[in-house]
């Protein structure tokens, strides 16, 4: 279960400037819940999101995942914390371009240092689940814009997290493409995972899959 | 299981020295330079020194010359019976000698007389006396050669013997009746030694002068005490100890390896162009890059652990690399263009033997000159980096 409580969040952007990205939010999140943060750009859903990841630390509130204050976790803590429990899908992808397929997938495991073959293990289940074996030693930086995105969810699953999170997934995708990723969303979501989305893509409206849709609007939830 | 070596950690490091080739050559080749230089710096002057020093060891203790509004001038014989007399002096002999200059080669000898029945004032002519049959060297008017001189008449076409040009302008025929050994290469490798008759001969030297007198005292302490003392006697000397000797090729030692000094400035410039435009900052992709590993979940010290095996492969690789080269250069080669700064006391620009001193101060020395430098200043900024909220980095 993820809790956002008293959430605010602002950004100093100079001594005398302040941006008020989210006020005052509350909003909690079931095991298995599919929601989509739907708002206009800029409204605060990336916020949300990198809040729910312990990208970032609110300036008020607590965030709580299973019962642990994940706002208040230590840097390193909160490596582990993302480690363990969190797939984060990013908009811009965020792969590591002069890397191979594989080398990217399996870059959640190096600091685990696990025995190689459960490397291998991990790595062909997710390759296969999303459709991107065939790719292994392709650099990503050559690869199409919905192969790159089938690498970054790979990526995202290979240490099959509890919580899954993907920020305008379909953002930098075609129509059919995008179709395919809600394929793969409803297949995760099967999978019984807690997944977080923030879009303003009509297509996501109305999934019968999605189990809310929450309005973000300057920084706000509107039920 | 927690202390084994991530070998992933590893293998991406080596992967991220490998992405970016251009800039990895780049500072491979400045600090295999870096290291090069320095290591073959010290390398020399370490041999060096020790040439050094075995070579002041043999120098007379006293020499006296005679001077002219301060310039040498040849000094008359008899004042060897009046040193003599001075207490403490065990014994002094009269040198006859000159710097001859091959204009062929374009190099300076140093032309030595030495007597037959004469104590002598360095070991190595003791050797060539007991060795050569100095009155046949007299009569058959030969002389002794050091290596370097051998091989530059060599060069030169002179196999048998050696024409000096006189001062007026007829030539002197010289057999080379052998090549003589040294204790230390500096000190043999541009001497020519042979009968004081044909040096006078050669130089233009009266019977009554000599060169220089050179004494010898029995109990050091009180060299500067006879050095007084002969100056009481001669007020138109200079008297030079070994001591004096010893501070002069210091100083021209120590000249010579300035100029190098300079050269070594430069290359560690741009070493330090290299830290400073790393610890100035990383560039965006370093930077975004640190940012995704941190939000896929690697921690701080994941991060530098990782940063900390890409310097060390890359600053370690570039150490052997120039320490490697330097040995090649320095011993093997015998450290072409950087002996010439170092070497040759009268230009001789002849094959002078490094000796090979193997010193692992050196190595350690230029080691922690430069590795943990570059780590530093590898992990320094990454470590800056990597403590920022994940999310500022990649946004
Ligand atoms: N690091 C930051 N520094 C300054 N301002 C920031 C920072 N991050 C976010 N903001 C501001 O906070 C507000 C909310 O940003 P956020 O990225 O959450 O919006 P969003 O709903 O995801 O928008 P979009 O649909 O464009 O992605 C915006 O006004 C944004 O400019
Ligand atoms: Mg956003």
Sequence with gaps: MIELKNITKTYELNKNDKVVALDNVNLTINEGELVVLKGASGSGKSTILSLIA????????????????????????????????????FQKYNLIPTLSVKENIILPLVPLNPPANEIVEKLDRVAKMFNISHKKDAIVRNLSGGEQQRVAIARANVNDPKILIADEPTANLDEKLSLNFIEILRELKALNKTIVIATHDPLFFDLDFVDREIQVHNGKIIL | MKNKINVYLIEYAINAILRQKSKSFFIVFVFTLLTFLLTSVFFITNSIRYELDSTVDTLPQIIVQKIKAGRHYDIDVDAVDNILEIAGVSDAVARVWG???????????????????????????????????????????????????????????????????????????????????????????????????????????????????VVKVANPEEIPMVVSKIKLIYPDTRIISSEDLKVSYQNIFDYKSGIFLALFIISLFTFFIIIYDKSSGLSSEEKREIGILKAIGWRVDDVLKEKFYESFIISFFAYTLGVGFSFAYVYIFQAPILQNIFVGYSQLKTSFELPFIFDLQTLFLVFFLSVPIYIAATIIPSWKVATLEADEVIR
Excluded: C, W
């Design chain 1, 54 to 89: 312990a990208l970032s630390k609110p300036t008020s509130g607590e965030v709580i995942v299973d019962n642990k204050k994940i706002s208040k976790l230590p840097d390193n803590f909160a490596s582990v914390y993302r480690r363990d429990n969190i797939g984060f899908i």
């Design chain 2, 99 to 213: 710097y001859y200059y091959f204009a062929n080669a374009g190099v300076n000898f140093s032309v030595v007389g030495i007597e037959q029945y004469e104590n002598q004032y360095k070991n190595s002519f003791d050797k060539i006396a007991s060795k050569f049959d100095l009155s046949e060297i007299d009569s058959k008017v030969s002389m002794v050669v050091g290596h370097g001189v051998k091989e530059t008449m060599h060069d030169s076409y002179y196999k048998e013997y050696f024409n000096f040009i006189k001062p007026d302008g007829t030539l002197k025929r010289v057999n080379i009746a052998g090549v003589f050994e040294a204790d230390t290469q500096l000190e043999s490798n541009d001497v020519i030694v042979m009968s004081k008759d044909t040096i006078r001969e050669i130089f233009d030297i009266d019977e009554s002068k000599a060169t220089d007198i």
